[in-house]
C-alpha cells in the first residue's frame, strides 16, 4: 500500500490529506481546479514539505515525523502538464541525460521503455519538431527510465486536443499492463478519469472526499460524482461473441452480458464500458416488446432524491453496481424501496478501451 498522513499550510492554503491507496494499478486524483492535487503530488514527491506526517511508498518510508527524506532520494518518476523538456537537447539527448544519471540501467529495459512509449523514430528530431502528444511520450519515458517506484503523472493531458489525447490513452493503458508500479494520475477531466481509474482519490478544498475502487466512488450516494448529469457506473467486462448477422458484439460482465454495436475486438478482449444513470431505466417485470437489448433482473439497494423532480438509484446487479436516475413520478409509481426486485433496461453502453 501507499500510506500517507499529511498536513501542509501555503498561503491560506490547506492541504490536509491522509489516505491508503493500492501500490499498483492507477489511482487517478481528481477534484476541481484549486482543490489540492498538484500540491498532493508535490508533497508526495516531496517538492512541499510537511513539518510532521508520515508517507510511505510500498516498503520505503519517505517521511516519518520530522525524518524527511529529499526528493532526490525518492524513486519518482514526475510528469508535468508542460512536458518540461530541455528545448537545446534533441530527443535523444532529453533521454540521455536521465539515463546518464541513473545508476544500474540495463540496455534491455531502457529498449523496454523505448518500445513501450513507440520512440525510436523520434529520437534524432528536436523537441520543436514534436506534437504535443508526442512532447508527452517523451516526457512519460523520460520519467520511467528513473526506473521509478511510483509515477506521478500532473495532468499530462491537458494541453492536448481530442485528438491527440485519443494517441497517448493507449500508451498510459500499456504502462499500466506492462510495469509493475503504482501510477498517480491528476485530472479533472471526467472523460480520463472514466478511461483509467482503477482506484479514485477525490480531493475538495485540500481534502480527501472519498478513497476507493472507481466504481465504489462513482456509485455510492454519499458521494458526489453519484449526482447530477454526469453520474456514471464503470464495468470491466469481456468480449465472448460476434453477432455477424446483425453486426453485434457480446461482453460479459458480472451481472450477465451486454449486447452492443460490434467493433471488431477479438473474443477474450477485456474492455471497460460506461454506463450513464440517465440511460438507465426501470420496470416491475421484464419487458418483451422492446427494442432495448439489454435487461437485468437487479435489486434495489439504496434511493435519494435528486433535485425536485428526480430520483438516483443504486442497483445491484448479482455483484455490479449501476445507478439509475429517474422520475420522482416513476419511483412512486413503482413503488421502489430498499431490497425491491426489479429489470433494469439500459439503454446506452460506451465503449471505453
Sequence with gaps: MIECKIKIHLDGFILDANFSIPDRDITVVFGA?????????????????????????????WQNGKNFLATHKRQIGYVFQDAALFEHLDVKGNLGYVIKRTTGLKEDFIESIFNLLDIKALLNRTTSQLSGGERQRVAIARALLTHPKILLLDEPLSALDLKRKNEIL?????????????????????????RLADHLLLIEDGNIMGNGPVNDMLTRLDMPLSHGGDAVSIIEA????????????????????????????????????????????????????????????????????????????????????????????????????KGKEVFVQVKSVAILS
Design 33 to 61: 481546479s484549486g482543490s489540492g492535487k498538484t500540491t498532493l503530488l508535490r508533497a508526495i514527491a516531496g517538492l512541499e514539505k510537511s513539518d510532521d506526517g508520515y508517507l510511505k511508498v510500498g516498503d520505503s518510508v
Design 170 to 194: 493507449p500508451y498510459l493503458d500499456s504502462i499500466h499492463n506492462d510495469l509493475e508500479i503504482p501510477i498517480l494520475y491528476v485530472t479533472h477531466s471526467h472523460d480520463e478519469m472514466s
Design 238 to 337: 469481456k468480449v465472448m461473441g460476434h453477432d455477424t448477422e446483425f453486426n453485434l458484439m457480446h461482453l460479459e460482465f458480472s451481472g450477465g452480458q451486454f449486447v452492443v454495436p460490434d467493433n471488431d475486438l477479438p473474443v477474450q478482449t477485456k474492455v471497460r464500458v460506461r454506463v450513464a444513470a440517465r440511460d438507465v431505466s426501470l420496470t416491475k417485470s421484464k419487458q418483451v416488446d422492446t427494442s432495448i437489448l439489454n435487461i437485468f433482473p437487479a435489486i434495489v439497494q439504496e434511493m435519494v432524491t435528486e433535485g425536485e423532480a428526480q430520483v438516483m438509484v443504486r442497483l445491484e446487479i448479482k455483484e455490479t453496481i449501476l445507478l439509475a436516475c429517474i422520475t420522482r413520478k416513476s419511483s412512486s409509481k413503482l413503488g421502489l424501496e
